[in-house]
């Protein structure tokens, strides 16, 4: 049975119904418990119903052990973890991309609020570390695997985002870290690095107020991908499916992008 985390979000929402779809059983856990309880009965319409909505914070680890007895009196055992619950935030973010003599303080790193700075930090990298040592322990005998989330700026900064790329590079570091420790006990960890899917998180960075027109942002994002497209959320399913099965039995720490593209392309 998987676990996933931030699972009534945009990705994580369309990663879990592709897991029902090929079987899986899944607690749908998120700080919303009542879009994970309404995103449960969709399913169920749909006739996917192996599910277990289940209101948890990721950061909060006595809300996950609470989670975890719930999932185990359901199914007794857990066999993936997706740490999907994660994201960007205005206030962990410079509005200026770069600075310049005249560039008012508040829209660069001057004006950054610690409040913002710590809040992304924590959600991200604290929000992943948790669940795995909440989920992982119900995997020590009979193994398992996890599935991390980062992003592009693991690798290399974007501008605007300070804290997330921060904070999305420790996840890929923890995910390394991770793999090591508890590869003798017979548990996988992963990463995804999603390229640019246009979803809550970043809908302002890349797109105008009125929803359609792209950002400058936006256009050096697209011009920089050569795919020339955003993802959708079923593009991550098939990474996801494989780096979870058998099919990667001998794949561990590794954090792949699913980017159309934009990390092997220098925008030259
Ligand atoms: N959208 C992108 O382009 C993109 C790119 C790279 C990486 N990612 C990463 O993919 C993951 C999913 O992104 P998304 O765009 O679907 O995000 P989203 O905002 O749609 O979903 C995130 C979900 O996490 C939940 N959540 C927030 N705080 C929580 C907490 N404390 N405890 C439990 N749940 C909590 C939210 O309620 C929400 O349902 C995130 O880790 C994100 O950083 C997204």
């Known amino acids: 049975m998987c676990v996933v985390t931030g699972a009534a979000g945009v990705l994580c929402a369309s990663l879990t119904e592709d897991l029902l779809r090929h079987g899986a059983k899944v607690a749908v856990l998120d700080l919303r418990g009542d879009v994970a309880r309404k995103l449960c009965a969709a399913f169920a319409r749909k006739g996917?119903?192996?599910?277990?909505?289940?209101?948890?914070?990721?950061?909060?680890?006595?809300?996950?052990?609470e989670a975890r007895a719930a999932v185990l009196k359901k199914w007794r055992h857990v066999d993936v973890l997706v740490n999907g619950a994660g994201g960007n935030h205005p206030k962990?973010?410079?509005?200026?991309?770069?600075?310049?003599?005249?560039?008012?303080?508040?829209d660069t790193f001057f004006g950054l609020e610690q409040e913002g700075f710590e809040f992304v930090n924590r959600l991200n990298?604290?929000?992943?570390?948790?669940?795995?040592?909440?989920?992982?322990e119900a995997m020590l005998k009979k193994g398992g695997a996890v599935l991390n989330f980062c992003s592009?700026?693991?690798?290399?900064?974007?501008?605007?985002?300070?804290?997330?790329?921060?904070?999305?590079?420790?996840?890929?570091?923890?995910?390394?870290?991770?793999?090591?420790h508890l590869a003798p006990m017979g548990i996988r960890v992963n990463a995804l690095a999603p390229g640019f899917f246009i979803t809550n998180?970043?809908?302002?960075?890349?797109?105008?107020?009125?929803?359609?027109?792209?950002?400058?942002?936006?256009?050096?994002?697209?011009?920089?991908?050569?795919?020339?497209?955003?993802?959708?959320?079923?593009?991550?399913?098939?990474a996801a499916r494989f780096l979870l099965s058998d099919e990667a039995a001998f794949i561990t720490g590794v954090t792949l992008p699913v980017d159309g593209g934009f990390m092997c392309y220098s925008g030259v």
């Open 48 to 65: 996917l119903k192996d599910t277990l909505p289940v209101e948890a914070n990721v950061l909060d680890k006595a809300s996950l052990v």
């Open 92 to 106: 962990g973010t410079c509005p200026a991309e770069q600075m310049e003599k005249g560039t008012p303080l508040a």
């Open 125 to 136: 990298f604290v929000g992943t570390m948790l669940p795995c040592q909440v989920f992982c």
């Open 152 to 180: 592009m700026a693991c690798w290399q900064p974007m501008t605007k985002v300070a804290a997330y790329g921060a904070a999305k590079a420790g996840v890929m570091n923890f995910t390394s870290f991770l793999a090591t």
């Open 201 to 238: 998180q970043n809908r302002f960075l890349l797109l105008e107020k009125d929803g359609k027109t792209l950002t400058a942002r936006g256009h050096k994002v697209i011009a920089k991908t050569p795919m020339r497209k955003f993802g959708t959320p079923s593009d991550l399913h098939g």
